[in-house]
């Protein structure tokens, strides 16, 4: 097309009455691909997931995932519905039953769940709109529920869309009504089973989708218990029976086939148990409640110094479980630390208790708190993190009156615990203080290598420096590490042979500076044993002849350089394994062929098909194989590099032969020992 056309058709496009967008929707309304080459994007394009639809296709927006948090999250929705009941004053009892086929089943006997048809959908009842419909339910409005942990009204039906086989059984009026359920659609109507009596309240039973969760995800007894207990532990007023099948059971300990719970004191109860066995600074618990639970605005709280363990708080709105924390905490926190520094400014310890942070107070404090209040705020749906702000003003409130009268009813504990907190303030900045020396002598005085990821232990008694080889193996070894006592040093390659290079050579490597100035000691005549920045130098190398080789240069360099080093006791070789053998669940590894013959014999069956892998060095190892089997001082293997005061002359023979500058020594030493090397030595 000639030039001047182009220009033409271009403008056309432009200004005519039918622009080039005008086609193009012509086009895409024909279902043509859109002038230009562009696929068309049209409105069939729109995909409209109607109702439970959107929770099976991302179950994450909805439970935070579908891993065994968020399986046991659905029995923690359905219990949640139970207990909003009995906190209503409805109910007073709740059964938790674990069955045999993974199947979970919450009854209650409060006033059960509506079966009338609802007045916008007439032909439908309300129980199955309830559970087939997200944002639907009776907590929306504060004269059905005044306090309620599910709000969002997508709970019950969350749990409906990610069950395989939902059933729910409702006593009202003095009839049973049931309906089932099959991946949130009905699989029945509503069925009127007849007349019941003695009978109220609302039955689930449900089993976790497989499609959803895989083939083997399956309740945890023990967790589903301890969720049931943590609820007659919020509130006193209500009856947990809990159940489990007897074949769960088996290797499970601690977990009874059939109990039930009823705490009146409620949160003490549960600190005291929480808490067993363990040194408490003051010997009384510090707790209380304002107002009726259940209520808007109800506080209730547990809280014990123990001196032997760290702390811990347990957090709960509207007995929903916050595990992240929230604003409750921080009107905790607030309440004990204006309550203790008053006390301190009334005893005359003021200045003394100045320094005192929420930190120091809250780092042995075992603390439960339960806070109620009317239309929450959460972070994200599965309800972790409290957000409403009014509850920080609620529970400060509530607790500071109370702690400033437990604190001047109880004098001796008060100043226990007191003592106890100013105590903690001065150890953490006297380390606060220790630490800013040491960086600053380490930035004037040790001009650190800047692959040397040191540890946060200054000391060098418990402290740790991994010497190994390359940047893979040094990224492993710095993952698998225990930051606060083991450094991880990686040098590139081979390092200089010693024994063999001038002392032009030795002052120019680089790599040896860095070793040298990290170990921070000197060397030769100038090596001061108080100066070694590490209790213990381990040489970490491949579990091959090279590695080996790097091995040798490296002792080779400590024997010339630093021998008061090894003489001291501070050099030593890790024992990587150099297989991976597995056979089922069973997983052990092998540090060489002869181990790997010996373990294959021993732990496995004769005709097991092991599963034998080999590293071909140690940054192909994950992190975790990596600590487990060489960094874990629990599990490890080290090998000390001594020297015998008899055996020195010969030492020092054996180094020159072998690493000297003669190499018809190191000829002969081969011919001499020919007969030791294997085939397999050879073709390495």
């Known amino acids: 097309m000639p030039k001047?056309?182009?220009?033409?058709?271009?403008?056309?496009?432009?200004?005519?009455?039918?622009?080039?967008?005008?086609?193009?929707?012509?086009?895409?309304?024909?279902?043509?691909?859109?002038?230009?080459?562009?696929?068309?994007?049209?409105?069939?394009?729109?995909?409209?997931?109607?109702?439970?639809?959107?929770?099976?296709?991302?179950?994450?927006?909805?439970?935070?995932?579908?891993?065994?948090?968020?399986?046991?999250?659905?029995?923690?929705?359905v219990i949640d519905n139970a207990m909003d009941e009995a906190l209503a004053g409805h109910a007073d009892w709740i059964e938790v039953t674990l069955e045999a086929d993974g199947s979970l089943t919450v009854a209650d006997n409060g006033r059960g769940i509506p079966v009338d048809p609802h007045p916008k959908f007439p032909d439908k009842s309300a129980l199955e709109v309830i559970m087939c419909t997200l944002h639907a339910g009776g907590k929306f409005d504060s004269k059905v529920y005044e306090t309620s942990g599910g709000l969002h009204g997508v709970g019950v039906s969350v749990v409906n869309a990610l069950s395989e086989h939902l059933e729910v059984e409702v006593a009202r009026g003095q009839r049973l009504y049931r309906q089932v359920f099959e991946r949130g659609k009905p699989k029945t109507g509503l069925e009127d089973l007849g007349r019941v009596a003695n009978r109220r309240g609302t039955k689930v039973r449900f089993r976790p989708d497989p499609q959803i969760f895989g083939p083997k995800a399956a309740f945890k007894p023990q967790r589903v218990f301890k969720m049931a207990r943590s609820k007659a532990y919020l509130f006193g007023g209500v009856e947990i029976r809990w159940s489990c099948a007897p074949e769960l059971l088996a290797g499970v300990d601690g977990v009874p086939e059939k109990e039930t719970f009823r705490f009146a004191g409620g949160l003490k109860d549960f600190l005291l148990a929480a808490t067993h066995g363990q040194t408490l600074v003051h010997p009384d618990i510090f707790s209380g409640?304002?107002?009726?639970?259940?209520?808007?605005?109800?506080?209730?709280?547990?809280?014990?110094w123990v001196a032997d363990a760290d702390g811990?708080?347990?957090?709960?709105?509207?007995?929903?479980?916050?595990?992240?924390?929230?604003?409750?905490?921080?009107?905790?926190?607030?309440?004990?630390?204006?309550?203790?520094?008053?006390?301190?400014?009334?005893?005359?310890?003021?200045?003394?208790?100045?320094?005192?942070?929420?930190?120091?107070?809250?780092?042995?404090?075992?603390?439960?708190?339960?806070?109620?209040?009317?239309?929450?705020?959460?972070?994200?749906?599965?309800?972790?993190r409290l957000a409403s702000a009014e509850a920080a003003r609620i529970v400060e409130q509530a607790m500071k009156d109370a702690f400033d009268h437990w604190l001047a009813g109880n004098p001796n504990q008060a100043n226990k615990l007191l003592d106890w907190v100013i105590d903690r303030a001065?150890?953490?900045?006297?380390?606060?203080a220790e630490k800013d020396i040491a960086r600053k002598s380490a930035v004037k005085k040790l001009r650190l290598p800047g692959k040397l990821a040191d540890c946060t232990n200054t000391a060098a008694e418990g402290s740790e420096l991994f010497i190994v080889e390359g940047d893979s193996a040094g990224g492993s070894a710095k993952q698998a590490r225990d930051r606060a006592t083991q450094a991880v040093l990686?040098?590139?390659?081979?390092?200089?042979?010693?024994?063999?290079?001038?002392?032009?050579?030795?002052?120019?490597?680089?790599?040896?500076?860095?070793?040298?100035?990290?170990?921070?000691?000197?060397?030769?005549?100038?090596?001061?044993?108080?100066?070694?920045?590490?209790?213990?130098?381990?040489?970490?190398?491949?579990?091959?002849?090279?590695?080996?080789?790097?091995?040798?240069?490296?002792?080779?360099?400590?024997?010339?350089?630093?021998?008061?080093?090894?003489?001291?006791?501070?050099?030593?070789?890790?024992?990587?394994?150099?297989?991976?053998?597995?056979?089922?669940?069973?997983?052990?590894?092998?540090?060489?062929?002869?181990?790997?013959?010996?373990?294959?014999?021993?732990?496995?069956?004769?005709?097991?098909?092991?599963?034998?892998?080999?590293f071909k060095g140690l940054g192909e190892?994950?992190?975790?194989?990596?600590?487990?089997?060489?960094?874990?001082?629990?599990?490890?293997?080290?090998?000390?590099?001594?020297?015998?005061?008899?055996?020195?002359?010969?030492?020092?023979?054996?180094?020159?032969?072998?690493?000297?500058t003669k190499a018809e020594a190191r000829f002969a030493f081969i011919q001499e020992h020919a007969e030791f090397a294997d085939e397999e030595m050879l073709d390495v």
């Open 312 to 384: 811990f708080v347990s957090s709960y709105c509207n007995t929903i479980p916050t595990s992240e924390g929230g604003t409750h905490e921080a009107g905790l926190r607030a309440a004990l630390l204006r309550g203790l520094k008053d006390h301190a400014e009334r005893v005359g310890q003021g200045k003394r208790a100045a320094a005192i942070t929420s930190e120091d107070l809250m780092a042995g404090a075992a603390a439960v708190l339960s806070v109620f209040i009317r239309e929450p705020e959460f972070q994200g749906q599965t309800k972790d």
């Open 426 to 432: 001065e150890e953490r900045l006297r380390r606060r």
């Open 621 to 660: 190892m994950m992190p975790n194989q990596l600590r487990e089997t060489t960094m874990d001082p629990k599990k490890r293997t080290l090998l000390k590099v001594v020297l015998l005061a008899e055996d020195r002359e010969d030492t020092a023979d054996s180094v020159e032969r072998l690493m000297g």
């Open 4 to 77: 001047e056309a182009r220009k033409t058709q271009k403008s056309d496009d432009l200004f005519s009455g039918r622009p080039a967008a005008a086609k193009r929707a012509a086009a895409a309304a024909a279902g043509k691909p859109a002038p230009g080459g562009e696929a068309a994007y049209t409105a069939r394009d729109i995909e409209v997931l109607e109702g439970l639809e959107p929770v099976r296709r991302r179950p994450g927006m909805y439970i935070g995932g579908t891993d065994e948090k968020a399986l046991h999250h659905l029995f923690a929705e």
């Open 289 to 304: 409640r304002v107002g009726k639970v259940g209520s808007h605005g109800a506080v209730e709280w547990a809280i014990a």
């Open 490 to 614: 990686p040098l590139r390659g081979k390092i200089l042979n010693v024994a063999s290079a001038g002392r032009d050579k030795l002052a120019q490597n680089q790599q040896l500076a860095d070793l040298v100035q990290a170990l921070g000691c000197g060397t030769g005549v100038h090596y001061r044993d108080e100066d070694l920045r590490y209790g213990r130098v381990i040489i970490m190398t491949d579990a091959d002849v090279d590695g080996a080789h790097i091995a040798s240069l490296l002792i080779t360099f400590f024997y010339r350089q630093m021998p008061k080093l090894i003489e001291n006791g501070h050099l030593y070789l890790a024992v990587p394994p150099l297989y991976r053998l597995s056979h089922g669940g069973k997983v052990l590894y092998a540090r060489d062929d002869a181990h790997k013959d010996e373990l294959l014999r021993r732990e496995f069956p004769a005709n097991a098909k092991v599963e034998i892998g080999r």
